[in-house]
């Protein structure tokens, strides 16, 4: 799809941005259902741009999750990276040593699993065994990748952070390395082990900048996009987009930032598809 197609004038809403996890992908199902799938190609045909916008790096979300949708534009974690739907790389922006050494340290002090987003995965640094516990319990692929001698960033620093915190360990964390800047964006809630998944995102790292930039690139105005998500780190792109979605299961904060709550009946993001650009 060009970029011509994107600026047909009776379409309102231009560009489309779905999170993955809990979104496309509702929480108990392995892959994209068939009707979420189905409707976003739709509205593709329609002369409408698409983007998956997900905490994930692309080799961390298998083609099997996928259910046969390609967007035009993929956002990877949580806006550092910005490729094509054919691979080429638009935008990114990577960690620092100052700050992965920070977390590594931390994480080591404090006995928490940890892992990096790279061009090639997500390696964990620590407690791997973990994270193959949670995806088996979840009924999830393991696509996550085993890193015990920590080598993997000599090749190139990572995008972003995963980590398995308690709520303690985020306060101590800030409060010492407060001049990073790095923040926690919770992507489940907490288990029953006091631990809490989330990525850290560094300040310029927001899925909010991604949206701008696609735009930008694109030649349309926000006030064109529409953006749908459920997490902590959905909700700078909720608030920039000209139309936003909040699941019915986010936390308030998330629903705080959308202007809408989709229909809970069937799956919502095809409800929202057919309720903004009807069949």
């Known amino acids: 799809m060009n970029k011509t197609q994107s600026c047909i004038p009776e379409l309102k809403y231009r560009l489309l941005l779905l999170d993955i996890d809990g979104t496309l992908r509702p929480q108990k199902c392995t892959r994209i259902p068939l009707e979420n ?27 099997a999750m996928l259910n046969g949708l390609s967007p035009d534009f993929w956002i990877c974690a949580a806006g550092a990276q910005i490729l094509t739907e054919d691979g080429k790389e638009l935008f990114a922006s990577r960690m620092s040593q100052a700050c992965m050494d920070a977390l590594l340290g931390f994480a080591d002090q404090r006995n928490f699993p940890l892992g990096f987003s790279f061009d090639d995965g997500l390696y964990f640094y620590r407690s791997f065994s973990y994270i193959e516990a949670r995806n088996r319990a979840f009924g999830m692929p393991n696509t996550d990748k085993d890193c015990p001698n920590r080598n993997r960033h000599l090749q190139g620093m990572p995008f972003s952070a995963v980590a398995f ?17 790095l923040r926690f964006a919770y992507f489940n809630i907490q288990a029953d082990d006091g631990r809490i998944g989330c990525d850290i995102l560094r300040p ?24 749908a998500g459920d997490g902590y780190n959905d909700i700078g792109m909720l608030k920039a987009a000209g139309l936003s979605y909040a699941m019915n299961h986010s936390l308030p904060e998330v629903k705080k930032a959308a202007n809408r709550i989709p229909s809970p009946q069937g799956y919502e993001i095809a409800n929202m598809c057919r309720e903004i650009w009807p069949a």
Do not use: M, W
Not at 170 to 175: A, M, V
Not at 216 to 227: C, G, N
């Open 37 to 63: 799938v189905e409707e976003v190609q739709r509205i593709r045909r329609l002369g409408v741009q698409t983007a998956i916008a997900t905490g994930r790096g692309r080799n961390s979300v298998p083609d």
């Open 204 to 227: 310029d790292q927001d899925k909010a900048n991604a949206l701008d930039f696609l735009c930008r690139y694109l030649h349309i105005p926000t006030t064109s996009t529409v953006a």
């Open 165 to 181: 915190p308690t709520q303690e360990d985020i306060q101590f964390f800030t409060s010492k390395y407060k001049d990073l800047g």
